[in-house]
């Protein structure tokens, strides 16, 4: 069966596989790499993030999906897996972006590791909250987001956001966050 109601695809149900302890989806279709030389422009050392990038250029995250359609109505999921590590004094973090969708919020369960999903408002309003297993952060509508890995083992978590929602990571690069996630004299500090 095949059709539409005001542009969202009837689909039928289906199961996908999901690997808890590794952080994967093994089924996926959809399998986004970013290695330490998908992240220039985003950390504050840069001389540090090049010695990276010299040293093997590093795994940073990977995001897993077996997409639906982009269309209103239905949800959109993923495996992300961000490695552990420091650009510098800097956590690794995800590039982190608005969805092109302002007005569309997400979820993100914590698996495995922990760390903070940083967000931001367009006029610059900052906020943090931890993610970690058991703890499901709420990303609301209109908060650009970016995952920070602050343990010593990836940081995996469960996404699910508006199939419609789309990403904008051009205002990101442009703008950056407020904040970042630095060890400081053997602390974690948001600053
Ligand atoms: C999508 C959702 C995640 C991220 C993923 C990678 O809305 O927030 O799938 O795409 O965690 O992060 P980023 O910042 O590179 O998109
Ligand atoms: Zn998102």
């Not at 596989?17 to 590794?22: E, H, I």
């Not at 302002?102 to 914590?110: A, F, K, R, S």
Request: some cysteine; hydrophobic content about 35%.
């Amino acid at each position: 069966m095949s059709f539409q109601v005001d542009g969202t695809s009837f689909l039928d149900p289906f199961v996908v596989d999901v690997d808890l302890d590794n952080g994967a989806m093994p089924n996926a279709t959809n399998h986004l790499v970013r290695r330490a030389s998908n992240m220039r422009g985003y950390y504050q050392d840069e001389k540090a993030l090049e010695a990276l990038i010299a040293d093997g250029d590093p795994l940073h995250y990977e995001v897993f999906e077996v997409p639906v359609p982009e269309e209103y109505g239905h949800l959109m999921y993923c495996i992300s897996k961000l490695q552990p590590g420091r650009v510098g004094d800097e956590f690794f973090m995800t590039k982190g972006h608005y969805h092109t969708v302002l007005q569309t919020g997400e979820i993100y369960l914590g698996l495995r590791g922990e760390g903070y999903m940083v967000m931001k408002t367009p006029d610059g309003v900052f906020n943090s909250q931890p993610i970690a297993r058991c703890k499901m952060v709420y990303v609301p509508p209109y908060w650009a987001h970016r995952s920070v890995n602050v343990s010593d083992e990836p940081l995996v978590s469960f996404c699910v956001y508006p199939g419609d929602a789309g990403h904008n990571y051009g205002d990101i690069v442009e703008q950056g966050f407020p904040k970042g996630v630095f060890l400081e004299d053997g602390k974690v500090v948001v600053k």
